[in-house]
């Protein structure tokens, strides 16, 4: 037996159905509609790991925060990439999950790795997912001190040894 699909994983499907088939719109346009509705899902922008220079960055900033210190959440796949494979042709619904959040992962990387054309390190502390860190807050990483601050405390000395 196959678990349903939540209220809102359902209601993103009918959605994207719509902005995919939708061809008076243009491709540019659609991607855009389609990332501000992906956004909504609870699973989306899941951090998946951390880079060097990230985790040295919050080392610097003593674990304390995320928000001044330059660190943000870049995903390994180019979002329009994804959202071009997801508007080529419809999708069926497992199909839509799998490619959607199979491909929507975050590392916490700093601006500059984020902002080269060469794309993020390819190697990265790993991170699960499923351990509810880092969870959305906005368009950046929610960051509790004695969490998520306490966790990259124990991964850097681990490192750093």
């Known amino acids: 037996m196959t678990d349903q699909p939540s209220p809102m994983s359902s209601s993103l499907y009918r959605i994207y159905l719509a902005i995919q088939s939708e061809q008076d719109v243009p491709l540019p346009d659609r991607k855009v509609i389609l990332g501000d509705t992906l956004y909504a899902h609870p699973d989306a922008w899941g951090v998946v790991g951390i880079t060097d220079a990230a985790l040295q960055a919050f080392a610097d900033s003593d674990f304390k925060t995320i928000s001044s210190i330059g660190v943000v959440r870049a995903h390994v796949q180019k979002r329009a990439t994804i959202?071009?494979?997801?508007?080529?042709?419809?999708?069926?619904?497992?199909?839509?999950?799998?490619?959607?959040?199979?491909?929507?992962?975050?590392?916490?990387?700093?601006?500059?790795e984020n902002a080269t054309d060469d794309g993020l390190p390819k190697a990265y502390h790993k991170i699960d997912p499923k351990a509810g860190m880092f969870q959305r807050k906005g368009k950046t990483a929610n960051f509790r001190s004695k969490i998520e601050g306490a966790f990259l405390r124990d991964m850097y000395s681990k490192v750093a040894a």
């Not at 494979?85 to 975050?106: A, N, Q, R, V, Y």
């Open 83 to 112: 959202y071009s494979k997801l508007l080529e042709s419809p999708l069926g619904f497992d199909e839509f999950m799998e490619l959607f959040l199979g491909s929507d992962h975050c590392v916490l990387a700093t601006k500059q």
